[in-house]
């Protein structure tokens, strides 16, 4: 047993006292001077000595302040005109001008703000300050660089609680801004203390977002109007859908109702090329498909059911967890569901079953991100389980090209606004694949590892230069590919659609076979089934013994048959062979002296 005693007094309180006392300083070790030593001693002549002007300084790091900076905006209104004076009313306005053009200063003011603004308009027409005189030699020298990136900033969820960045969405005019969806995805892990908020990050101020957006639900999914870029729409973890205008602040201007909406995690909400530009549909893991007018979010405008036995059952339908649609293809749509399944649906159609047009199924789980190539919508690309497949419409059985099986699970996907050849994948392991299959196709171009923690999210700018990618603690890096990577090629396209073509013949030749070979094993079971089936029916059990008894005597019959033939011919044969021997020869009356022959039979 341990015995611990415990010390209740300071130590100034107890123990001998430390005295501290002046006194004079002591020799202790005297070495004395050895005059002998002088001999040893050699004069450095002349001498040469380095001297530094700045003083000597080494090499350190210190943790400073973060900068932090601020940008503020200014709110221009049309200016110059008196108190009195509404800019907004047309009739003061014509009134205020004719009186001002009257005044004779106007004139002389105007004819000679005139013949300056002439001067420099004309040296503008002549010289184009701005001219690029090599650029085509810059693009030559870029193209042979090796694919790289790099990171330009890093946007880090301000909460204490830390959670995933589930979606991203660049701003759509100059993608100067990006607005992040954060949620917790994990099945009851989410603590009560977790903020709801999603955010908007300006890339020139990652400290601080621009502006918070306050959902009655953690938002899952987040995209910006591309007609109306100060309108946002969001899918919340409730099921239900809101959308915020930027200009009257982070509260949602409406909100669907509850039981109106979807009944799981609303997992893809995208905008529709409509006139009036209010118009989206979002997907959900319930298995439906709801389109809505944000001018009007009391309740969907239509409804799809994702049952691929096209009976329209909710309960038999398949969960959507990712949702595309194509511009250029306004009547169709794609959704890739939890099993793996990738459905390609018609909104036209005239009743809901004609409206899921085909499926496609190659994953083992959920597909977590489908999109189609922007130079060729034809071919889409799906992520799921370890692999990432690309498909093309005319080939439903297989996809017809895909990477291999990776170690750790991929989680999303998107392809390339520039170069039709190359596409982005993120992993559970924290790294960024670059794909280019122009150059190579088992392993991908650049492999990044961005952060230790696993990535879930996404998005390529429009440019294709700038990247961002969302991790489960909420961190969202941005990153910069190089020139090469977001650059089209020499030929490229033409060298893709040929990749494409090829591999979709090779996949059509190779369900042809396969059906082929399915068929003839399909005919071989039917007909081995059906022969045993005949004879059951049509023979009793006492016709099948006498039938087997019959052939049974038959064989017996017809063998001792067989023997006695035998037999037979063997004794015609030794007979014939007896009766050559003694006959004499043709053309001659007495047989010859000297031959032994026997005649040939």
Not at 212 to 240: A, M, T, W
Not at 267 to 275: A, M
Not at 501 to 507: A, F
Not at 517 to 527: D, V
Request: aromatic content about 8%; glycine content about 6%.
């Amino acid at each position: 047993m341990e015995i611990v005693y415990v010390y209740v007094k300071k130590r100034s309180e107890f123990g001998r006292q430390c005295n501290f006392s002046d006194r004079p300083a002591e020799i202790n070790v005297d070495i004395q001077p050895d005059p002998e030593q002088i001999l040893n001693y050699i004069e450095r002549n002349p001498v040469d000595t380095g001297v530094q002007c700045a003083g000597d300084m080494s090499e350190h790091e210190v943790n400073t302040e973060r900068f932090e900076m601020e940008t503020r905006g200014v709110n221009h209104l049309e200016g110059g005109w008196p108190k009195d004076v509404n800019p907004l009313e047309m009739e003061q306005t014509i009134r205020y001008r004719k009186k001002v053009e009257k005044d004779e200063n106007y004139i002389n003011t105007i004819m000679q703000l005139g013949s300056l603004m002439e001067h420099c308009i004309k040296q503008n027409n002549a010289i184009n300050i701005y001219e690029e005189y090599f650029e085509e030699e810059e693009t030559v020298e870029v193209t042979d660089e090796a694919p790289s990136a790099k990171t330009i900033n890093v946007f880090r969820d301000p909460n204490t609680i830390k959670r995933t960045a589930t979606h991203l969405s660049w701003h759509p005019d100059g993608s100067r801004k990006l607005a992040v969806a954060y949620s917790s995805l994990e099945f009851q892990r989410g603590s009560k203390d977790m903020s709801y908020d999603s955010y908007i990050w300006d890339l020139e101020t990652p400290n601080r977002p621009e502006l918070v957006l306050r959902p009655s639900s953690p938002l899952v999914c987040l995209e910006y109007n591309p007609k109306d870029s100060h309108i946002l729409v969001g899918g919340c973890y409730n099921g239900q859908i809101a959308y915020w205008d930027t200009r009257k602040g982070g509260l949602a201007v409406e909100l669907t109702a509850v039981e109106l909406g979807h009944r799981d995690p609303v997992y893809g909400v995208i905008w529709l090329q409509s006139k009036t530009g209010t118009d989206c549909f979002s997907a959900s893991t319930d298995g439906q498909v709801l389109w809505w007018d944000i001018r009007k979010l009391s309740e969907p405008t239509e409804t799809l059911v994702m049952d691929i036995s096209r009976k329209g059952i909710l309960e038999n339908a398949l969960g959507v967890i990712s949702l595309e649609f194509e511009p250029t293809m306004p009547t169709k749509f794609m959704v890739g569901t939890e099993q793996g399944v990738v459905i390609s649906c018609n909104r036209k159609a005239k009743t809901p079953a004609e409206k899921i047009v085909a499926t496609f199924s190659g994953h083992h789980g959920p597909v977590y991100a489908l999109q189609r190539n922007p130079f060729f919508p034809k071919n889409f690309l799906t992520v799921g389980d370890w692999t990432a497949r690309i498909w093309s419409e005319d080939s439903r059985e297989s996809s017809i090209m895909w990477t291999r099986y990776h170690m750790s699970y991929i989680t999303d996907g998107c392809w390339s606004t520039i170069r039709p050849a190359v596409f982005f994948t993120t992993k559970m392991d924290g790294t960024l694949d670059v794909w280019d299959f122009l150059f190579k196709q088992n392993d991908p171009s650049l492999s990044l590892k961005v952060c230790d923690d696993p990535l879930f999210s996404l998005r390529l700018q429009d440019n294709g230069r700038f990247i961002g990618c969302g991790s489960k603690l909420g961190t969202v890096t941005l990153l910069e590919v190089s020139s090469r990577l977001c650059t089209l090629q020499r030929n490229e396209k033409n060298l893709a659609t040929a990749m494409f073509e090829r591999e979709t013949k090779r996949e059509k030749i190779l369900e042809a076979r396969h059906r082929e070979m399915r068929l003839k094993e399909r005919t071989k079971l039917e007909g081995k089934e059906e022969e045993p089936k005949e004879e059951a029916v049509e023979e009793k059990p006492e016709e099948l013994l006498e039938r087997v008894q019959k052939e049974f005597f038959d064989i017996i019959e017809s063998e001792l048959r067989r023997k006695e033939r035998a037999k037979s011919k063997l004794q015609e044969d030794e007979y014939d062979d007896t009766e050559v021997r003694i006959m004499p020869p043709p053309f001659h009356t007495d047989p010859p002296l000297h031959s032994t022959r026997p005649r040939d039979v």
